[in-house]
């Protein structure tokens, strides 16, 4: 299928029943195995592919990568079972007989597993096709990433705790057995998990459905605030969770499992009139239920005061990407 001039999708993810009984993929969460000769991975070609892949990832505390990238040449990739086993592959290829497309395929050689292949007839055409197509790219790496999530979880499920989600809220969601359930109000829930050095949480907050301002930017900053404060308290009196304002949100409309319009935010945390110094990255779906009837917020935000928090974000955001409607 062909979703936008050079950029193709092929349809091999979509057998289900074949990627269940395909090898296990391998690799680190927000990994990225780059099939590139040294030819496309030298001078403008690695500057770029590597302000793609190694930029700095918006809205965490410490600056960390938003990939973890391993080089190889494209012979060990076609070559090499080991490699082609990997959870997410970029092969970038320069050749005069090459189309100058962008294929993006799953579960190729394992699963879950996503392949990009960029095909070019020259060095310019590479980097042309790079820069054009890197929000698909990157979407789709990460739509892997929620999907790996949801199949790791899906054999260590807290069974309880989604029965609970589904009878209090009407829809179903995928959360292991290390998470519990916190707090709720009407039309509101905390579930957490909670280790000896982090805290990773989920709050799902539901609401009636008035107008298309409650999904304007400002509505959901503002509701987001709302909801951290009334339902998160400080551990010391008087303190509640809130957005950190000072640090700009990444806000942008995304496609949601079935929903009519979603907005995704990222951002960042903190604990509002205290002293305690807590806080950390969150990510957000906004969104309107597929009736039309409620504004369903989801958030996911993580506490790791003394580790890196990319992958625990990561992990909250694939929670929340797990959304089944009945």
Same mark, same amino acid.
């Given at each position: 299928m062909i979703v936008a001039g050079a950029l193709l999708v092929?349809?091999?993810?979509?057998?289900?029943?074949?990627?269940?009984?395909m090898k296990s993929s391998s690799g680190k969460t927000l990994e990225v195995l780059l099939?590139?000769?040294?030819?496309?991975?030298?001078?403008?070609?690695?500057?770029?592919?590597?302000?793609?892949f190694k930029q700095? &990832?918006?809205? !965490?505390?410490?600056? @960390? $990568?938003?990939?973890?990238?391993?080089?190889?040449?494209?012979?060990? %990739? +076609?070559?090499?079972?080991?490699?082609?086993?990997?959870?997410?592959?970029?092969?970038?290829?320069?050749?005069?007989?090459?189309?100058?497309?962008?294929?993006?395929?799953?579960?190729?050689?394992?699963?879950?597993?996503?392949?990009?292949?960029?095909?070019?007839?020259?060095?310019?055409?590479? &980097?042309?096709? !790079?820069?054009?197509? @890197? $929000?698909?790219?990157?979407?789709?790496?990460?739509?892997?990433?929620? %999907? +790996?999530?949801?199949?790791a979880f899906h054999n260590v499920r807290n069974v309880e705790l989604m029965q609970r989600v589904k009878e209090k809220f009407g829809f179903q969601m995928t959360f292991s057995e290390d998470f519990m359930w916190a707090t709720e109000d009407d039309g509101f829930a905390w579930i957490?998990?909670?280790?000896?050095?982090?805290? !990773?949480?989920?709050?799902?907050?539901v609401s009636p459905y008035k107008n298309q301002e409650q999904l304007s930017y400002e509505k959901i900053y503002n509701r987001l605030d709302t909801i951290m404060r009334r339902h998160v308290p400080s551990p010391s009196e008087d303190?509640?969770?809130?957005?950190?304002?000072?640090?700009?949100?990444?806000?942008?409309?995304?496609?949601?499992?079935?929903?009519?319009?979603?907005?995704?935010?990222?951002?960042?945390?903190r604990l509002m009139e205290t002293t305690d110094r807590m806080g950390g990255p969150f990510v957000s779906y906004s969104m309107l239920s597929p009736d039309g009837k409620d504004i369903i917020d989801l958030i996911g935000f993580v506490y790791a005061p003394r580790f890196e928090k990319r992958d625990y974000l990561m992990q909250v955001e694939g929670i929340c990407n797990t959304v089944k409607w009945q």
């Open positions: 092929a349809a091999c993810g979509g057998r289900q029943a074949e990627a269940l009984s099939a590139a000769n040294q030819g496309q991975y030298s001078g403008a070609a690695k500057a770029l592919l590597d302000s793609i700095p &990832q918006g809205c !965490l505390p410490q600056p @960390e $990568p938003r990939f973890d990238v391993v080089n190889i040449p494209v012979s060990s %990739l +076609r070559n090499t079972q080991m490699f082609q086993k990997h959870r997410n592959i970029v092969l970038c290829e320069v050749d005069a007989a090459h189309p100058d497309k962008v294929y993006i395929s799953r579960d190729r050689w394992a699963a879950p597993q996503v392949v990009v292949e960029v095909m070019a007839k020259s060095d310019t055409s590479l &980097q042309r096709l !790079l820069r054009r197509y @890197e $929000p698909n790219i990157i979407r789709a790496i990460y739509d892997a990433e929620h %999907l +790996r999530i949801e199949r957490r998990k909670e280790t000896k050095d982090i805290s !990773l949480g989920v709050l799902i907050n303190g509640y969770m809130g957005t950190e304002r000072r640090v700009a949100f990444e806000t942008q409309k995304v496609d949601y499992r079935g929903t009519s319009y979603c907005i995704e935010t990222h951002g960042l945390w």
